[in-house]
Each structure stands twice: as C-alpha cells, then as structure tokens.
C-alpha cells in the first residue's frame, strides 16, 4: 500500500480527476510513480538530490504520458507536465537533501507536498 493513500495525495487526485482520470485503479500508476510504493518501489519525491529528482522525473515521463494518453483517449498529455512543473518547489522543500536541511530527515512526503502546496495558494 502506498504510504499516506489517504486524503494527504489530493493535488494530484484533484488534477487526475481534472484530466479525467476518475477511477482510483487508473490513479494508481500515477500516484505510485509520484508517491512510491512502500516496500516495491519508490516515487519521484523520494528524490535524493536534484540531479536524482531530474533523473527520476526523466525517467517517468515516456511512462506517465503513454498512461495518460491510453486512459484518457487524449493526444496530449498533461500529468508528467504537472508534476514537472513543481520541480523547483520539490527541489527545495522534498529532496533528502533540503529536508536534511531542516532538520526533517524522516517525513511522510505525501504530507510535505500537500502543506507545500497549500501554502503557496496562501
């Protein structure tokens, strides 16, 4: 089960469902490419550094695209470009090293990335 499959992943379930991606079973993939999943596999904001964020955002993109495209019958997809957008946000705040920084070393990141990203709508 992916850690913190609760209300704490809800920007990117509200931006799944935006896109149309309704089902919790099509949400998976990608949550878990963002998220991890405890114990199999570990997501983008696991990121250690930043040059292991871009590695990971990289890698996630062909996977993240051809899902979206399948599942939604759109040409173009928008999710990895969500996620990819955030990049500099996550950099700062959710890498190991930034949460080092701050003295956070162990943290739910599900929970970081959602107070993140209510407090930059504030």
Same mark, same amino acid.
């Given at each position: &089960?992916? @850690?913190?499959? +609760? /209300?704490? +992943?809800?920007?990117?379930?509200?931006?799944?469902?935006? %896109?149309g991606?309704q089902?919790? @079973? !099509?949400?998976?993939?990608? %949550? +878990?490419?963002?998220?991890?999943?405890q114990?199999?596999?570990?997501?983008i904001l !696991? /990121?250690n550094?930043? +040059?292991e %964020?871009?590695?990971?955002?990289? /890698?996630?993109?062909?996977?993240?695209?051809t899902?979206?495209?399948?599942?939604?019958? *759109?040409? =173009?997809?928008?999710?990895? @470009?969500? =996620?990819?957008?955030?990049?500099? &946000?996550?950099e700062?705040? &959710?890498v190991?090293?930034?949460?080092k920084?701050?003295? &956070?070393? =162990?943290?739910?990141?599900? !929970?970081l990335f959602?107070?993140t990203q209510?407090?930059? *709508?504030?």
């Open positions: &089960m992916r @850690q913190g499959s +609760d /209300a704490s +992943d809800i920007s990117c379930q509200d931006k799944l469902r935006k %896109l991606i089902q919790k @079973q !099509h949400q998976k993939v990608f %949550l +878990d490419t963002v998220f991890g999943k114990g199999v596999c570990q997501g !696991h /990121a550094t930043k +040059d %964020l871009q590695e990971k955002l990289t /890698a996630s993109r062909e996977l993240l695209e899902e979206e495209t399948r599942t939604t019958g *759109r040409k =173009v997809p928008h999710f990895w @470009q969500y =996620v990819n957008s955030h990049k500099e &946000m996550i700062k705040c &959710m190991r090293d930034a949460r920084r701050a003295g &956070m070393h =162990v943290i739910n990141l599900v !929970h959602v107070v209510i407090s930059q *709508r504030v």
